[in-house]
């Protein structure tokens, strides 16, 4: 089973606050850093870092260099990464002083996908394969229509919530990934046992994940129903965990594991995202995560 993930490559420029900039304020802020990022970057790293061969296929401007030499540096495949006419995506992030992010994204070539584009993509791939999906590209209720004709296996996350979202054929989703905000927006709950009552409803066929920030993630298919608390860390910046957590859930699947191990160690390892400043950079090697995993159990026999 070949993994490609179509998703977002955007330049990231993180800035430290005081505070998040209010209306009519303007902030002079020290610190600031340039990293590669955008939730389909950030999703593919991790899936590497995590020990899976991944392709990407994203759209990046003639600026977008360092993006496509990220993924390569994590042995991300690029050969579906493409260089178009105008600028890359980018962020704005602003970091406050309690490790909470307020994000811009600006899609630039990210919105640049197309039907050709997207056909002649799935020619190198077949039934069986999985297909994960962000929503910081163009043409998302296409690209599933169509990924589900071939026969993909299909995991998104409906991230950031939009519009767009509601045109996507979910339904036709095997893995539905999103956070408490997002579970509110599209079922209008907003107790989030309630809301995967009522996301089963809609999409009864479909594993769905339901993540909590420092309430740990909700999973549910049929009669399954895990909940798995988060590890109690010290959070510095929580960019990225999400994609972390996402790109090492993947894993778990293309590694076969039970349910409650995937779950583990997806949670563990956005636990060590959430330590460190940064999006990309700051997602951890499957190395650290079992590390972090062998002195867990070992406290635990204490
Ligand atoms: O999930 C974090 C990502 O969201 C950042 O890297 C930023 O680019 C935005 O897409």
Redo the contacts with the bound molecule.
């Keep these: 089973m070949k993994v490609l993930n179509i998703g977002?490559c955007?330049i990231?420029y993180i800035y430290e606050v005081n505070h998040m900039v209010r209306p009519g304020e303007t902030q002079t802020v020290q610190n600031l850093q340039v990293v590669s990022?955008?939730?389909g970057l950030?999703q593919s790293i991790a899936l590497a870092k995590a020990g899976v061969d991944v392709y990407h296929a994203g759209l990046i401007g003639k600026d977008g260099t360092l993006l496509k030499e990220t993924l390569e540096r994590y042995d991300v495949k690029t050969d579906y990464v493409h260089e178009v006419e105008g600028p890359s995506g980018h962020?704005i992030?602003q970091i406050d002083a309690n490790g909470e992010n307020s994000?811009l994204?600006y899609p630039g070539a990210n919105h640049l996908f197309d039907e050709q584009k997207i056909d002649g993509l799935f020619t190198h791939f077949e039934a069986g394969d999985l297909l994960l999906l962000q929503n910081?590209i163009n043409e998302m209720p296409l690209i599933v229509n169509k990924a589900y004709e071939k026969g993909f296996k299909i995991a998104i996350n409906p991230a950031p919530f939009n519009d767009q979202i509601k045109q996507i054929p979910l339904h036709l989703v095997d893995y539905l990934i999103l956070n408490e905000i997002e579970g509110q927006d599209l079922t209008k709950e907003t107790d989030d046992f309630k809301v995967l009552e009522k996301l089963k409803t809609m999409y009864p066929k479909t594993h769905l994940l339901l993540t909590r920030g420092s309430k740990g993630v909700l999973y549910a298919h049929e009669d399954v129903m895990i909940e798995q608390s988060a590890y109690k860390v010290e959070v510095v910046d929580t960019?990225?965990a999400?994609?972390t957590f996402i790109g090492y859930f993947i894993s778990g699947l293309v590694r076969d594991l039970s349910m409650d191990d995937i779950l583990k160690l997806a949670s563990l390892a956005s636990s060590i995202t959430v330590t460190r400043k940064g999006?990309?950079t700051s997602i951890p090697t499957l190395e650290e995560v079992l590390k972090k995993q062998a002195k867990e159990k070992s406290e635990i026999g204490k």
Excluded: F, H, L, P
């Design positions: 977002s955007n990231d990022g955008g939730k950030n962020a992030i994000i994204v910081e960019t990225a999400g994609d999006s990309s």
